[in-house]
């Protein structure tokens, strides 16, 4: 059980890796900005409690001791301030000392505020209330007395406004659509190419890609062209053969069949003239197929329930006495992307062979199933021995190893419908019913 933590998408992907790169680098950025922001206010705060303190404690000393109260009383204070002088240090049960870096810049503000010589506080003792967080700061003053000077300390803030924060999610936003936006459009070509590579496993005709876009696409591109041209090619190459020896077997047959007649014994001139007659057939059926391979019909979007239709009347026309055994069930529409005259002849040749061979031919259509349709065609025959159920998709092999004249074909019937299909990016399969008769299966990509 392997933890999927990557999605599968190379786009998915590449944008998981740089979006979580980006929120790194974001949260990164946040935190030192928000540090830096508190260390900040921490000093100017230390500042400001030492600028006061330091007022008040020279303002205290340089007032008569007598007058002191007084002065301290009537003073105007800032909100959050208080002074208290004592003859004493200051206690307070529930205070607690201030920390050691507070401390610090609070004694060095301290030592920096001007102070009449020799009048510096001779000690001075931080503490703060654990309840409010309030800070006092109380120092001896040259003739002995204390004086205590509580503070409040603002919160610290990590950051300026809510603005300021909102600022900096759209910015993150913005650049997570970018990225989203650039790895689309770089991984687009990856996807092309597949469809490319899908569409000539249907069609070795298939158009050429575009090479065009970064070096490494074009040149992607050009390899698969290339490629495609080769196969293209070598098909090419191999249909040629195919009709150039059918085509050179003419001759010596026609020459045979003339010698044929010569024959002294009539039993064995029929029997050489029989064989040569198919021989003829099968040669024919080749060069047809050869013809048929070499043109390059276009696909358009045909209705499948009409050309299904049609072949079974035809069918009846032609053997009317089968025609109440011919049925078709399915949908009355659905369209398919598809060559016409090549489907429509692998249908005439599945209809014939469950006509010819079971007697009877039930069409039934199904819509698409994970993309692709399904034509059925049933009959009541005897079936396909279980042997032979995959050789009859071989060039002319029948199970009825004679070329028999009343069932007509070479054998080249079943072969030529599963090229086809293939080309189609589908296929047809033969099985043998339970009860009795074969069933083609075809599957065409809708
Ligand atoms: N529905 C069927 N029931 C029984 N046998 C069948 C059926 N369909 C095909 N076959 C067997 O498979 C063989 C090959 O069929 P295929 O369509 O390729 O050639 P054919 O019908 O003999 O000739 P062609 O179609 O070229 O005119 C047939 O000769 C027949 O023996
Ligand atoms: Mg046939």
Known sequence: MRLRLLPRSLAARTAWVLLAGLALVQVAGLTIHALDRLDLQRLAQARDIAVRVMGLYRAVILTPAADRDAMLHDMEMPPGLT??????PPQFARFEPVGQPLQRLLRVNMNLSPVPAGMRPR??????DP????????????????????????????????????AFLLMTAAAAALTIWAVR????PVRILALAAESLGRDVNA???????????????????TMAARIRRFVQDRTEMLTAIGHDLRTPITRLKLRAEFMEDEEQRRKMLNDLEELEAMVSATLAFGRDAKTTEPVSALDLPELLRTVLDEAGDARPDSADRLSYAGPNQLTVRARPLALKRVFVNLIANAISYGGSARVRLEPPVDGAVSVFVEDDGPGIPPEHLDRVFEPFHRVEGSRNRETGGVGL??????????????????????????????LLPA
């Open 185 to 188: 459009r770089l991984t687009a």
């Open 413 to 442: 019937g079943l072969p030529i419908a599963r090229n086809i299909l293939r080309a189609h990016g589908g296929d047809v399969t033969l099985a043998n019913r339970p009860m009795g008769g074969v069933r083609a299966h075809v």
């Open 123 to 128: 000690e001075i003792e931080f503490s703060r």
């Open 131 to 166: 309840a409010d967080g309030r800070v006092t700061v109380a120092m001896r003053t040259p003739d002995g007395s204390w004086l205590a000077v509580t503070t409040a300390i603002g919160g610290l803030r990590p950051w300026h406004s809510g603005g300021f924060l909102l």
């Open 207 to 225: 158009p050429p890609l575009p090479e065009s876009g970064p070096t490494e696409i074009a040149t992607a591109a050009a390899a698969f062209n």
């Open 83 to 88: 002074a208290t002088l004592s003859p004493g």
